[in-house]
């Protein structure tokens, strides 16, 4: 067992681990108590119409509150969740809190989508579409109000089976994304063929793309062919008014990112939504951006 220390001085479980040790056995308790003691939290980020801002949706990200080490991300707990078997698991809570969530915004009156992201673990999981359905039911949100990012790679492992399991999931009404988009060769007879509504552009392109004109190319192309498709371009990680401004001229249908707004807790987004100016088409990603 090696734990690294990271920037932020956690401690990183799971990548490089051995899986035997008692550090390890201690974490797995640690996992299940915090599920059962409400340490996860979801944070949100918001995603924006191009060219005008317009907020169109949230993504919730998870987040666990640790009682020592502090705000764990994803990516420090996330292969854990997934080596214990409690991943179906997590992304019920994460569904609950999400909706929860929905419920307050719709009855303040934002017609927008809030996106969960699922891992292929807990969409294999046959009783999934069926408990989405009710958990929208007994909050009485339309299935619209529900986004489901699933990766590119799940696409790819078992197309037949990912087919299916998207279908049942769309039967609901639930709108679908595909995440980090771009990353993972998925051919465009296969995509055309899906049942999904969004493509999120990794932003492994959108990053590049201010001041290099190869790379707006390929950004602009890949809009193009997901309209073709009939499908709407999302580009993530949009960290600068540049590439913002790129994207909305290549006709990208909305953006996210750090120039935005970060991932931050509900009450968070609420008081940078009211702190924004209004958002009005001609208005530079600059004056859209609170600093944050
Ligand atoms: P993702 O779904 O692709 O989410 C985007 C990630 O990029 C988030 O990291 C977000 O904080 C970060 N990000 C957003 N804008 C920018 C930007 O402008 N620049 C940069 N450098 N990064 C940006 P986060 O929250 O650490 O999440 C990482 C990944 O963990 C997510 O990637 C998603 O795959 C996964 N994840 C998060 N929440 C959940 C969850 O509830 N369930 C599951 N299964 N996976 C989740
Ligand atoms: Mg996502
Ligand atoms: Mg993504
Ligand atoms: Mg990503």
New binding site residues.
Partial sequence: YKAKATHTGHHVFGVGDDGHGDARLRTLAELRFAMADDQFV??Y?PKVALPGGEVTGV?????WAHPTRGLL???QF?SLVEEAGL?SE??RI?LEKALDQAKLWAAQGHAWTVA????AS?LIDVGLPERIGDMLAERGLPAEALLL?V?EEFLMTDRERARDILTRLRENGTRIAV??FGTGYSSLSYLRDLPIDEL?L??SFV?PMSGDARAAALVASTVGLAHSLGLRMVA????DAAAFDELARVGCDQA????LS??VPAAELDLWLAERPRAVAGLSARDLAVSN
Avoid: I
């Fill in positions: 979801l944070h980020q993504e919730a990200l998870v987040r991300l994803p990516e996330l991943m997590l992304t994460v969960v992201n699922l891992s807990s990012e990766t995440d980090d999120k990794d932003r990053g993530e990680g949009v960290e996210q990112g750090f120039l970060r991932p």
